[in-house]
């Protein structure tokens, strides 16, 4: 039972919270991880620790916001330990990139080709993994971005401040980004890929 | 006249945001007559459509899946027994 005094009183029952938020934190945590039993592993530790933490809950954000930014220190933490090397972060660069499939006055400099019927592919389990893993090469700010703006229940403001995103104008600019990179990796990877075969 | 590199930009932030009539109006003319940033509207249409059914898909084989419904029983197990601790921890 939430206690209804003081700070604590907007957090819901601890027992509520698998049900509520366990499918968002596991999906953010394995498109981290990429395993699926250290994902679950950090999901069970960030409960854990929000249950410990509970009574300093304030509320400025929501319990999903809060949940998941426990879990996204939790990933770096797991990170740094593992040394495992994170995606980069350079999101300039990037851009830098990005801009070059642009003349200087603003026509494409890149020759598009049509996507033949492309929602087919997802009935085919390969086509995730090669989505998946071109989200996994974006920089590292943008594939969280890009990823926690389907998760529902966060709001363009609260994912701005997990991210340390200053306004939404930059983080829509950054989704632009991020979108245009998915679309050159699912380009060569998949739609003109010969061999779709995935292993 | 927007310049592709803006419609890019516009054709992104439309699935982000409610577009102003005049912004909606400029994009779409020059989506009609532009065949290039007609296919990169098809394609981003297509990344975002494939992007929710990822996060948020129920099927097996589709996107990321759920929490199972054993290690989701697992954990919330593991959730009450730390309340109960708690319970018995305090004097009252």
């Given at each position: ?38 994902a679950e592993d950090m999901v069970q530790e960030t409960f854990l620790a929000a249950l410990k933490a509970r009574h300093n809950f304030s509320g400025q954000s929501s319990e999903k916001t ?113 979108r245009m990179r998915l679309r050159n990796c699912l380009d060569s990877r998949w739609f003109n890929h010969d061999n779709r075969e995935v292993r | 006249m927007l310049s592709c590199k803006e ?86």
């Amino acid at each position: 039972m939430t206690s209804t005094e003081g700070r604590a009183a907007t957090i819901s029952d601890p027992t509520t919270w698998v049900a509520q938020h366990g499918d968002a934190l596991f999906r953010y945590a394995l498109m981290k991880m990429r395993d699926p039993s250290q994902a679950e592993d950090m999901v069970q530790e960030t409960f854990l620790a929000a249950l410990k933490a509970r009574h300093n809950f304030s509320g400025q954000s929501s319990e999903k916001t809060w949940l998941i930014g426990i879990l996204k220190h939790k990933i770096i933490d797991h990170f740094r330990k593992h040394k495992r090397e994170q995606s980069s972060d350079d999101i300039e660069t990037l851009s830098e990139q990005l801009d070059q499939q642009f003349s200087p006055r603003g026509h494409w400099e890149i020759t598009l080709t049509h996507w033949q019927d492309p929602d087919q592919a997802h009935e085919n389990e390969a086509f995730w993994k090669v989505f998946s893993a071109c989200i996994a090469h974006l920089p590292d700010r943008l594939a969280d971005l890009f990823i926690l703006r389907e998760i529902k229940g966060l709001s363009s403001e609260e994912i701005c401040k997990l991210l340390d995103i200053s306004t939404t104008n930059n983080m829509w600019v950054m989704l632009s980004r991020a979108r245009m990179r998915l679309r050159n990796c699912l380009d060569s990877r998949w739609f003109n890929h010969d061999n779709r075969e995935v292993r | 006249m927007l310049s592709c590199k803006e419609v890019g930009e516009l054709v992104s932030q439309g699935i982000d945001r409610k577009l102003s009539l005049r912004e909606k109006i400029g994009l779409k003319m020059h989506l009609f007559i532009c065949k290039t940033c007609s296919c990169y509207d098809k394609q981003l249409q297509f990344i975002a459509r494939s992007a929710r059914r990822l996060m948020q898909s129920n099927k097996t084989g589709q996107g990321i899946p759920p929490l199972s419904q054993m290690v989701g029983a697992r954990i919330n197990s593991t959730i009450k027994q730390q309340l109960d601790d708690e319970q018995q921890k305090r004097p009252e």
